[in-house]
């Protein structure tokens, strides 16, 4: 049976198991390869995808809860040129060592933006804690959202969020 | 810089697998040779360059990039010496060739923080010797002596700046010009980008999802492997029943491998959803069946027994004993621990004719030659090994277990496939660091130290690894033999293979003046699989010298800064940073109410690092405030990834410090995800400073020493937040 949802604005129709999560479906049926598998746990963030704009932890989440939904992964916010603020801002700071878990870590703290432009750091805290980063580059992801954060403020411009959302 | 696409990754490691495999010398010598490829229209000076018609150039990177920053550190090297900008360079990974080799271990091999110290001259000079022979090929053209041509930028210009050529203009020249007698090498006065270059080269890629890691390859007609392993170590399969296995969906085979059980299937999640439907039975007859108390039994009892061969003997410290005024003498145990790499192990393999490639993130691609063909009936020739993007290294990655595992499966099914480790298969199956036992006692007169006498007690991890290594080092000889090599390897040490330091490494270098001083290793291997965890001897005799270091100072009545300081009088570069680190944190200062510093100096893999941590507790749990960090690593090639590296060797030595502890009972791990293996977060991870020392010594690591200083550093701060001393790791608070 074909399970419909949209990923990064397209409709996809995949015919695999419906209890499938959708981390797998992403990375080996769509491609979508920067979304990673860290723990298969919810437990490390690695995976993290927005579904309808809320993260949540792909790897524990199955094919049948999707159905419908709108799934947005980091390669549905890296523009066509140059990179998402939060990406530069990451990029910047010199925020990844190993990297791997770094697609996590943004779309937590994209989540987190679109919900809180100015976050605190307890804020910070309380959206980043879900995801762990073996290298530990948690004072560089902070400063990094903060960044963002501050360049947000000071642009008129509006930023979109690639999947034709704003950040905040 | 150019993202590397998978499409990319595979054409070029394809192209140049053959074509860098042969011919090439060592730059500097006179033998180097030179080649223009008529097919490919570039030039190769050199094991570790490539530069075509216009002007392209691409740097073969021989050390793997798993965080710690060689991709960017190595390639600025070559970017310097070359006179190009980092930012234009393509890098791909290298093939197993022996230009390759780490020359410090005869290996290809990725680890003891040993990449820039030793590609710090070779890289270099393969930068400067193409530069030269392109400035050779333009002075040939303009007729004028080489010494009036300068570069910039990929081009080369005549010294009155009205001619100018490009290096792409140049490379069929080039190729025909001989390398000059020394190499000239530039003036550190004249560096663009060493010790100023603040990117990294992989950021891009990895800020977009885009970078490719050993678990992303990909191969047409793919299948995917879950392996059950034996749950207690050295168990074997006794029966299996896998009929209801093989009935669920997308299940293609399962197979039988001297690791475990594997179930291969059209999908990853049906392979692993298969593998919980096995039902197998375990041959215990050579299973170790040990508790983890069990093991510290047997270290306190070998301990008893054997007093250890002695590593170090300075004065007398009988002596000193009956000299002595007071005594100390106190026991600390460091538990196993597990690498966890936010990349799970995994190794992708396809049969081709005659051999096998494979795709994995490994830190030594010649020993994952050995891996695969000891697990098929092909030899290390046969396997060719494609190194990726590597997420979390922490030395987990010099052990290839699963790259033999993979090697097997794929051999029995004849498809090609892909093995994922669970993250339960990654902390139950591990390569640990070994549980240590460390008893110290100290001699104490007239208010001064004057013995030290340090036994170590836990396995050679050597004797472990020897078993890949010793193969890797002498590839030519028949499979029947590589048993033997191992064994050869470990007796032969210091004349074959190097001395296994790892036991005592950290302890042997007891850094204070004092003038009776014995520090000893008694062997004891509990039979459990140990490897090398991030800064390996130095993880935990660090904790056991800054440790002892601080009894010693709060028995004499003296403050551990200066205890410290004083002893170090002589041993300038540990002075600095042990200095440089207590004036940031305003150690001796008032401090906030319920905080407290703890400092620890430690040198490890020829880098200096002083940390003081600031702590406090709050609601029964330890909080860490701010790590004040200060490093000598000789140049700082990057500053900003030098700094970079200190941060995530503190967190992760903070990690293992208040969590870490892999338990074994009756021989099975009872971690087994990061709910019971926690990890520090954002919540919990403490703001860092860190600060460099202006130096001109050459460089060294920066991967490993930002570890062994945080260990002890805290437990000192816990001492002064509660008088009560943390002798077993990780520190546990009383309730």
């Given amino acids: 049976m074909s399970i419909s949802f949209k990923v990064n604005g397209q409709v996809r129709s995949l015919d695999v198991d419906a209890d499938t999560p959708l981390l797998w479906a992403l990375r080996d049926e769509l491609g979508l390869k920067g979304t990673k598998f860290g723990c298969g746990a919810g437990l490390c963030g ?77 804020d910070i805290d309380a959206a980043m804690t879900g995801n762990i980063c073996r290298c530990g580059t948690y004072p560089r992801i902070r400063e990094a959202i903060k960044a963002a954060a501050e360049a947000r403020k000071t642009s008129d411009a509006s930023v979109s969020g690639g999947d034709g959302r704003a950040v905040s | 810089m150019k993202p590397i696409s998978r499409r990319g990754f595979l054409k070029v490691t394809m192209t140049s697998g053959g074509a860098l495999a042969v011919g090439f010398t060592l730059p500097g010598c006179s033998t180097f040779k030179t080649g223009f490829d008529e097919k490919e229209q570039s030039w190769t000076p050199n094991a570790w360059l490539q530069v075509d018609r216009q002007g392209a150039v691409q740097f073969t990177l ?28 393509d890098v ?35 930068g400067a010797g193409a530069r030269a022979l392109l400035v050779a090929a333009a002075a040939r ?83 995917y492997a879950s392996l059950l392993r034996p749950p207690m170590v050295g168990g074997k399969i006794g029966s299996v029943d896998d009929s209801a296995a093989r009935a669920m969906s997308g299940v293609i085979d399962i197979v039988q491998t001297r690791h475990g059980v594997a179930v291969v299937a059209e999908k990853y999640w049906q392979a692993y959803k298969a593998r919980q439907a096995l039902k197998v039975s375990w041959n215990q007859e050579d299973a170790v069946l040990k508790s983890t108390a069990d093991v510290f039994a047997e270290y306190a009892k070998a301990a008893d027994k054997d007093a250890g061969s002695t590593k170090r003997d300075d004065g007398d410290y009988d002596e000193a004993r009956q000299d002595a005024d007071r005594q100390l003498e106190v026991t600390y145990e460091q538990p196993f621990l597990a690498h966890a790499t936010m990349e799970p192990m995994n190794c992708t393999a396809r049969l081709t004719e005659g051999g096998m490639e494979i795709w994995a993130p490994t830190q030594a691609p010649d020993l994952g030659r050995i891996a695969a063909a000891r697990d098929t009936g092909l030899s290390p020739d046969d396997v060719t090994v494609h190194t990726t993007f590597i997420g979390g290294g922490f030395g987990r990655r010099l052990s290839q277990d699963y790259i033999g595992e993979a090697a097997a499966i794929c051999w029995q099914v004849k498809r090609p496939v892909k093995l994922v480790w669970s993250r339960e298969d990654d902390m139950q199956h591990d390569v640990y660091r070994p549980a240590m036992l460390h008893r110290l006692r100290a001699t104490l007169k007239k208010g001064e130290l004057t013995g030290w006498d340090h036994q170590i007690t836990g396995p050679d991890l050597m004797d472990w690894y020897a078993r890949d290594a010793a193969p890797a080092q002498y590839p030519w000889t028949p499979k029947f033999m590589w048993g033997a090599l191992a064994r050869i390897g470990i007796l032969g040490e210091g ?90 944190a305003g150690w001796g200062k008032p401090l906030p109410k319920g905080h407290a510093q703890g400092i620890a100096v430690h040198r490890s893999f020829e880098t200096y690092v002083a940390e003081v941590v600031e702590a406090s507790i709050e609601f029964g749990e330890v909080k860490l405030h701010k790590v004040f960090c200060a490093v000598d690593c000789g140049r700082a090639v990057n500053p900003d990834i030098v700094r970079m590296q200190m941060e995530s060797g503190i967190i992760f030595g903070l990690t293992a410090a208040l969590y870490g502890e892999i338990d074994f009972k009756d021989g099975v791990v009872q971690q087994s995800n990061f709910q019971n293996y926690r990890m520090l977060r954002m919540d919990t991870a403490p703001r860092i400073e860190v600060a460099i020392i202006e130096s001109e010594a050459d460089p060294t690591g920066v991967g490993e020493p930002g570890v062994p200083p945080s260990l002890p550093a805290l437990g000192n701060a816990l001492f002064q937040l509660t008088g009560k001393r943390q002798r077993r790791l990780p520190f546990k608070l009383e309730v």
């Fill in chain 2, 92 to 126: 791909v990974f290298a093939p197993v060739a022996d230009p390759y080799k780490n020359p410090l271990y005869k290996l290809q091999i990725t680890g003891g923080s040993t990449s820039m110290r030793s590609s710090w001259l070779q890289i270099r000079e393969a």
């Fill in chain 1, 46 to 122: 690695a995976c993290t995808v927005l579904f309808d704009g809320s993260p949540i932890r792909s790897c524990s989440t199955s094919l049948s809860q999707v159905e419908g939904h709108d799934i947005t992964t980091i390669e549905g916010i890296t523009p066509a040129e140059g990179l998402h603020p939060l990406q530069a801002a990451w990029s910047e700071h010199n925020v990844p060592q190993c990297g791997y878990c770094q697609s996590g870590q943004i779309m937590s703290a994209l989540a987190l933006l679109r919900e809180n432009p100015s976050p605190s750091d307890d």
């Fill in chain 2, 62 to 89: 021989d050390r793997v990039e798993m965080g710690q920053g060689t991709y960017t550190g190595l390639t600025t090297l070559a970017a310097e010496e070359l006179d190009v900008d980092p930012e234009t360079i």
């Fill in chain 2, 495 to 584: 004349l074959i293979a190097p001395v296994d330091t790892s036991a005592y490494e950290g302890a042997v270098e007891y850094p204070y003046a004092v003038p009776n001083v014995v520090v000893r290793h008694t062997k004891a291997d509990a039979g459990i699989p140990v490897s090398y965890w991030r800064s390996v001897g130095h993880s935990h005799n660090a904790f056991a010298v800054e440790t002892f270091m601080d009894e010693v100072a709060h028995a004499l009545e003296k403050d551990p800064y200066e205890f410290r300081a004083h002893l170090l009088r002589k041993d300038p570069r540990r002075l600095a940073v042990l200095q440089k680190a207590a004036d940031m």
């Fill in chain 2, 141 to 223: 053209v303009w007729q004028v002596d080489p010494s009036n041509c300068m570069t910039r930028d990929g081009i080369v210009s005549d010294s009155n700046g009205q001619r100018s050529l490009s290096y792409g203009q140049l490379v069929e020249l080039a190729a025909k010009e001989k390398l000059p007698d020394p190499l000239p090498l530039k003036d550190p006065a004249d560096f663009r980008y060493i010790g100023h270059f603040k990117h990294r080269l992989d950021a891009h890629a990895k800020v977009t999802g885009t970078a490719v890691y050993g678990i992303d390859s990909e191969l047409p007609d793919l299948t």
